[in-house]
């Protein structure tokens, strides 16, 4: 079982303590930092000292760290034209040797749109279906040869489709609850589906339709990574708990029910359930208050170690 940091950088967060965080992941052992894509706090958050980018972020940690790989979850495609993000995520792969993963969705806050200026589109999800066309038929037209493209959002004529990333299958991530089109876009682009924020049971029933989109497409759905994300409050004692708790704002007992909180065996117990229930092969633990280091030495000594 894969233990990634995930981070939510929009809720109050300096690039600073992002690659504090992120080395810190790193010599513990994680498999990788990841963040979302979002530039306005959510909830009772300040926010300060405001918005951080997701790639130029990346981009720093690139190169400030040696062996965790990175990525985000996910990406909007509401935020930058697939072309110029083919060559950010590219660029950022090069820097980072070949560690970057792609999580990609279609975008849906509309404040942080309206509080910048970004188009927020009526019809995402068809935006969404073409960028990611674009974007890994960018990555994969063979060096010499050019791409074009002509959709109903996007055209691009005779691209010379450069820079290419570092990994000759740059990993793509799709997730969501979809219980059509989701599915279908992850068999025929991911190495990885991932279900946020939902039951062992929810989670299995939309892993099996992406499984069966998988069959239907011709693909061994073996090939796609099975994968969940939920927010992380490890105690070693209930007072522990509660305090870390108290530090996000939550409750146990609603931590309990919906995320992956209690003691590191009550945590590793559940994340064996999605395991056992889902076929959840990697976790993503969201991280809700950077400054608490001793949070993912916890986890890495008292749950990654039961879960081999």
Not at 24 to 53: I, N, V
Not at 76 to 82: D, E, L, N, V, W
Not at 217 to 246: H, K, M
Request: net charge negative; hydrophobic share 40%.
């Amino acid at each position: 079982m894969d233990l990634r940091v995930f981070t939510e950088p929009q809720q109050g967060a300096t690039y600073d303590t992002l690659c504090t965080v992120a080395k810190t992941a790193e010599d513990l052992g994680y498999d990788a930092f990841f963040r979302s894509d979002h530039y306005l706090k959510m909830g009772d958050a300040d926010g300060l000292p405001g918005p951080t980018d997701a790639w130029i972020t990346l981009a720093g940690l690139a190169r400030e760290t040696r062996r965790i790989r990175l990525g985000t979850l996910v990406t909007s495609a509401t935020f930058r034209h697939p072309g110029v993000l083919a060559i950010e995520v590219a660029q950022v792969d090069a820097m980072s040797g070949g560690r970057v993963e792609f999580g990609f969705g279609a975008g849906w806050f509309e404040s942080e749109h309206t509080a910048y200026g970004i188009p927020f589109p009526a019809e995402k999800f068809p935006r969404f279906e073409e960028q990611l066309a674009i974007v890994t038929g960018l990555w994969s037209t063979p060096v010499g040869e050019t791409f074009s493209f002509s959709g109903q959002h996007y055209t691009l004529t005779d691209s010379p489709a450069l820079p290419k990333p570092a990994q000759s299958r740059l990993p793509v991530i799709i997730g969501g609850m979809g219980a059509k089109r989701t599915p279908r876009l992850a068999a025929q682009y991911a190495t990885e589906f991932n279900v946020p924020f939902q039951s062992p049971e929810a989670s299995a029933e939309q892993f099996e339709r992406v499984r069966k989109a998988a069959k239907d497409a011709g693909r061994d759905p073996q090939d796609i990574t099975f994968s969940n994300a939920l927010v992380a409050c490890v105690g070693a004692s209930d007072a522990e708990v509660a305090e870390r708790a108290a530090a996000i704002g939550r409750d146990v007992d609603e931590l309990k029910a919906n995320g992956l909180a209690g003691s590191p065996d009550e945590v590793a117990d559940k994340i064996g359930r999605y395991a056992e229930t889902a076929g959840t092969s990697r976790f993503y633990l969201q991280i809700l208050d950077l400054s608490d280091l001793d949070h993912l030495e916890l986890i890495a000594q008292r749950v990654m170690t039961q879960l081999g």
